[in-house]
């Protein structure tokens, strides 16, 4: 009996938080003002120009695990894309994609912000856990210079335990 009814908490919480995705997804994707979610500002990075990556690194609190079924949201965006490009784009969005992620960039000489805002979802790993909702945007200052030898940007982002 107390299994089913563990079992039966779990498949409501999982629904919950599937139907909470749809929502905090849309907002992070539409929000033209303000940022919803929390905002860290990193610090400044150069950057070689032409080809370089970036390396997106996600850190979970102890006991604390990603969901399977989640779904997670990246998206990252560049301030000036005459400086850094996404391919073509000027901002690119991964869902569930596995951590570290690394991102494929185009550098030319410049500054800009890069911009990485998650939406994930996590649980503590014990059967009936609870499980958070999280949104961030990292701040990231880069300069592009020819006197950099550096192709890869490094961003991490630690999650919260409660």
Known sequence: MMR???????????????GAALL????????????????????KQSLAPGDGLLVIALELPAGYDLLPDSPILVKVASQEKKVISLGEQSAVTFEKPPFPLRVPLKAKVGTTRLLVDLVLYYCKKEMGGLCLIKQARLIMPVTVDPASKNKELQV???????
Do not use: Q, W
């Open 156 to 162: 991490s982002y630690r999650l919260p335990a409660l």
């Open 24 to 43: 905090t997804g849309r907002l992070l994707l539409a929000a033209d003002g303000g940022f919803p979610g929390e905002t860290v500002r990193g610090e």
């Open 4 to 18: 089913s009814v563990k079992k039966i908490f779990r498949v409501s919480t999982l629904a919950l938080i599937m």
